[in-house]
């Protein structure tokens, strides 16, 4: 892998370094709360304008056709810049990609340009009650109806639900476990939604309850039936690269790194988070190789997906550890809390350590 950079990419890393520099806006509120949630969409309006929302993506749906380096080269100024997270991310990291691979020409000029706007943020409805990360064991179902479906059952822990306008989920519409289920696009405008409360009283995923809404079959995405298949590729992009870009930790690890400062036991315990931060940099640049080259990564993105999660935790873990009482005030708390998860979403470490063993080791169940 050549890991030098071509003279246009560097040539974007300085135009993305020094637009974010002027512009990152400082202190936004929470995204959880209403009044958060509508400044970070105008966050994401203000990087529509600038075509930095999506860069990867074609200009017809709000990109600058960027390459998949080019796109890893933004993440990385992103999040050294400190500019805020996206409430776009269950749209433009995990059904984008499912969007423009199994979805109509007509649903992607409809739906991704007003995700890449923000004028559309899509709320993730996977886990149900008796089907977290056992999915194909999830029991919401779709009935038919005169040009459409209508939709029943509850969702929970539904990513940004709690202020999103529309959702994206599995529901049963025949057969059993993995069979007959199909994947479903909705607004939320009819769904009833109860916000669920974090440890820090914020409302960063809620319920979903469906008592027959409808949804036309212009918003099924793919074949009636294959919604499996399809959901497999969303969740490739939420436990690969996608979601948490390797920009996100490197920059972590730098501020862990500034923090550690004078005591040395603690600044190598930071150094070796920082050198885990950079081994996953190189690591996903070469799975953007690949893809470029025409590979799939497939079930190995449940190693990335265990290694990222758990050195999130580690370094918050630390940064905890030097802290002390004075983590309280400082964004690292909120940081530690939001990482005591990363070994459950996207899938619970538990069963991303199965896929490997079955799924890349070939090992027997």
């Known amino acids: 892998m050549d890991l030098d950079f071509s003279e246009a990419e560097q040539a974007f890393r300085a135009e993305v370094r020094a637009w974010l520099a002027a512009h990152v806006p400082q202190d936004l509120p929470s995204m959880d709360t209403a009044e958060g949630f509508e400044a970070h969409r105008r966050w994401e309006a203000e990087l529509t304008e600038a075509r930095l929302s999506v860069v990867s993506w074609s200009r017809e749906y709000g990109g600058r056709d960027a390459s998949l380096i080019e796109w890893l080269i933004f993440e990385e100024e992103y999040w050294a810049a400190g500019a805020p997270a996206r409430v776009t991310q269950n749209g433009i990291f995990l059904l984008a990609p499912t969007l423009m691979r199994f979805g109509t020409p007509e649903q992607r000029q409809d739906l991704l340009p007003r995700m890449a706007r923000a004028d559309d943020v899509w709320a993730q409805a996977w886990s149900e009650p008796e089907a977290g990360s056992d999915l194909a064991a999830l029991t919401s179902r779709a009935e038919r109806d005169d040009g459409g479906w209508r939709l029943y059952g509850h ?5 940004r639900a709690a202020f999103a306008s529309h959702g994206f989920g599995l529901f049963r519409t025949g057969g059993e476990r993995h069979h007959g289920l199909t994947y479903f696009l909705f607004p939320l405008d009819e769904v009833t939604v109860r916000p669920i409360a974090q440890l820090d009283g914020e409302h960063g995923f809620a319920e979903l309850f469906f008592d027959g809404v409808f949804v036309p079959d212009s918003m099924v995405l793919g074949q009636v039936g294959e919604g499996w298949r399809i959901a497999m590729a969303t969740t490739s992009s939420e436990r690969g690269l996608a979601l948490r870009s390797p920009g996100r930790f490197l920059a972590t690890a730098d501020r862990l790194v500034r923090l550690a400062t004078g005591d040395p036991v603690l600044a190598d315990r930071a150094a070796r988070c920082w050198i885990d931060a950079e081994a996953y940099r190189l690591h996903t640049f070469g799975v953007a190789h690949r893809l470029l080259s025409g590979a799939e990564i497939g079930p190995a993105t449940s190693m990335g997906k265990v290694f990222w999660s758990e050195l999130d935790l580690r370094m918050h873990a630390l940064a905890m550890e030097i802290l002390g009482e004075r983590a309280a005030a400082t964004p690292w708390l909120d940081g530690f809390l939001f990482s005591l998860a990363g ?18 080791l070939g090992l027997p169940r």
Not at 155 to 159: C, G, Q
Not at 343 to 349: E, F, K, L, R
């Open 155 to 159: 969702k929970t822990w539904s990513s």
């Open 343 to 360: 070994p459950i979403y996207a899938g619970t470490n538990e069963i991303q350590r199965n896929i490997v063993a079955e799924r890349v």
